[in-house]
């Protein structure tokens, strides 16, 4: 048996009024935790698939979220974990999502990976659509950078939107 521990999430949610997506991630990877910052592991693909759907060079990541109205926040707000290992995940309790997006004009979700969705599907009631898209974790190298490209680049669709 793994040992796990039990974590409270450690990061504000990263959005403003003006945020059009959510982007849901599970609850954060041990790098991420010490730097308190979503997608922080060097080996995730979640930011240079950003940068590749938006065809630019991301310098600042919360002011890139801002710039196009992306808020991010993970589904689990305390759970017993081991590492970053999302399978190891169990004792869920999730975020209030619904409160976040009542301060937002979000209009669309999305859940980055199996568990996430998993999570979001079971406990999370909200009138706003929402869909999967797989995990950036190097974990899921079964999915290219290109193919994670073409299949982030939905969330254009509603941040390129305009009032």
Same mark, same amino acid.
């Given at each position: 048996?793994?040992?796990?521990?039990?974590?409270?999430? !450690?990061?504000? !949610?990263?959005?403003?009024?003006?945020?059009?997506?959510?982007?849901?991630?599970?609850?954060?990877? +041990?790098?991420?935790?010490?730097?308190?910052?979503?997608?922080?592991?060097?080996? $995730?693909?979640?930011?240079?698939?950003?940068?590749?759907?938006?065809?630019?060079?991301?310098?600042?990541?919360?002011?890139?979220?801002?710039?196009?109205?992306?808020?991010?926040?993970? +589904?689990?707000?305390?759970?017993?974990?081991?590492?970053?290992?999302?399978?190891?995940?169990? $004792?869920?309790?999730?975020?209030?999502?619904?409160?976040?997006?009542?301060?937002?004009?979000?209009?669309?979700?999305?859940?980055?990976?199996?568990?996430?969705?998993?999570?979001?599907?079971?406990?999370?009631?909200?009138?706003? !659509?929402?869909?999967?898209?797989?995990?950036?974790?190097?974990? $899921?190298?079964?999915?290219?950078?290109?193919?994670?490209?073409?299949?982030?680049?939905?969330?254009?669709?509603?941040?390129?939107?305009?009032?």
């Amino acid at each position: 048996m793994v040992s796990t521990e039990h974590l409270t999430h !450690p990061i504000e !949610p990263l959005f403003d009024r003006e945020s059009r997506i959510l982007i849901l991630g599970s609850f954060p990877s +041990v790098k991420s935790r010490e730097v308190s910052f979503y997608y922080a592991n060097p080996t $995730n693909r979640f930011w240079p698939v950003l940068a590749a759907v938006y065809g630019e060079e991301i310098e600042d990541r919360a002011a890139f979220c801002h710039r196009h109205h992306i808020a991010l926040w993970d +589904v689990i707000a305390s759970c017993d974990i081991h590492a970053s290992d999302d399978s190891s995940i169990r $004792n869920v309790t999730c975020n209030n999502i619904p409160a976040l997006i009542e301060k937002t004009k979000v209009q669309r979700i999305f859940t980055t990976g199996r568990k996430a969705w998993n999570l979001f599907a079971k406990y999370i009631q909200t009138e706003i !659509p929402a869909e999967s898209l797989p995990s950036t974790s190097s974990a $899921n190298a079964a999915l290219k950078f290109d193919d994670l490209c073409r299949m982030y680049a939905v969330i254009r669709r509603y941040t390129d939107e305009t009032d």
